[in-house]
């Protein structure tokens, strides 16, 4: 019904980058929230960016503030992760996230996401 695909995932030197995808169908998404999403081994899933997908604003975590941009070509339902320089923190698999919302109150939040893509693995070598 909604299929999320992430890729562009890798090994990496830090201060490197890399983009990371997430091609999306089965819905129309343009009302809706997407996120960005990591879980490094032995952590939680942690919010990473995302946007509302009707509006303009964009939000980040503070970890990748300044370093990642997310971004969106409308044409393709397709979403980007821009990493810039990639710090061995950054290490973790990358998941895409759709929140069937309206707001972006709870666009933080990993439980309040519907649909989640299958990953992408980023690894970032010292």
């Known amino acids: 019904q909604v299929q999320l695909v992430e890729s562009g995932g890798g090994l990496v030197q830090a201060g490197g980058s890399l983009r990371l995808s997430c091609a999306t169908s089965g819905r129309a998404f343009m009302s809706y929230n997407l996120g960005w999403f990591r879980q490094a081994p032995g952590k939680e899933r942690e919010f990473v960016a995302a946007?509302?997908?009707?509006?303009?604003?964009?939000y980040y975590a503070d970890s990748v503030k300044g370093r990642f941009t997310i971004s969106r070509d409308n044409a393709k339902n397709t979403v980007y992760l821009q990493m810039n320089s990639l710090k061995p923190e950054d290490t973790a698999v990358y998941y895409c996230a759709i929140q069937t919302s309206l707001t972006s109150a709870r666009i933080k939040l990993n439980q309040a996401y519907n649909y989640w893509g299958q990953g992408t693995q980023v690894t970032v070598s010292s």
């Open positions: 946007f509302t997908w009707g509006g303009s604003s964009t």
